[in-house]
Nanobody
Framework: QVQLVESGGGLVQPGGSLRLSCAAS????????MGWYRRAPGMQREAVAT???????HYRDFVKGRFNISGDFARSTVYLEMNNLKPEDTAVYYC?????????WGQGTQVTVSS
């Protein structure tokens, strides 16, 4: 059973930064994309950023210019650097690895932006 383990969440003041990491328990083959999603209290889960095997990142408008996604497909790891964090970024962040007959999710890591 493949597990994705996230780390790096926490409490940060507005304007601060955090770096999330997600590592698979074993190397995963046939990956198409790796990404980060989030679920704020009372809201549905939404995409934040994804990256494809050719290294092309995609960002939601609300994080463009502030977040940076990177990944190592050979090691099945994905990162999310978050800068200039805002209170509305408060959510549980989940990593995802999707590909041929695979769709793995992490357990989530809490990010709280508050003064």
């Amino acid at each position: 059973q493949v597990q994705l383990v996230e780390s790096g969440g926490g409490l940060v003041q507005p304007g601060g930064s955090l770096r999330l990491s997600c590592a698979a328990s074993t190397r995963i083959s046939y990956i198409y994309t790796m990404g980060w999603y989030r679920r704020a209290p009372g809201m549905q889960r939404e995409a934040v950023a994804t990256i494809t095997t050719n290294g092309q990142p995609h960002y939601r408008d609300f994080v463009k210019g502030r977040f940076n996604i990177s990944g190592d497909f050979a090691r099945s790891t994905v990162y999310l650097e978050m800068n200039n964090l805002k209170p509305e970024d408060t959510a549980v962040y989940y990593c995802n690895i999707w590909g041929s007959s695979i769709d793995y999710w992490g357990q989530g890591t809490q990010v709280t932006v508050s003064s």
